[in-house]
């Protein structure tokens, strides 16, 4: 699946929620690693779409410190991944799950990755947001 693909369909199983989901460029990379499971990985971020992706109490995502302040993350029992985001409420009532980093539970890896993508990603999304 190449990343317009992935996106592509995100926004097609969310077309009937307050949710649309941008992958950054670093977590369409991470994605790519994880081929056998993309579709797994998507369905995922469906379910966190549509129980609530905003950061509790609003929402069912716990949130994260540090440079990782206002993300949060999806962490499946069933597999040992994390995926990180930051859930963005919009002034039109639409809810981005803007995803950072996608990886291993492998001790604080995929949170590393995050931390060091955090201002690239920043500037990422906010060009993503102004071609809109």
Known sequence: MQPSEIENKLQ???????VEVVLGSGALNDLKSYRKEITTILALIYKQALRGPLIKPDGYGEPLIGKLLGFTKIKPKAMALRIVYRPVLQSNGIIRMEIIAIGPRDKDKVYNWADERVESFKTEMSKEETNE
């Open 12 to 18: 097609q199983l969310l077309a009937d929620t307050n």
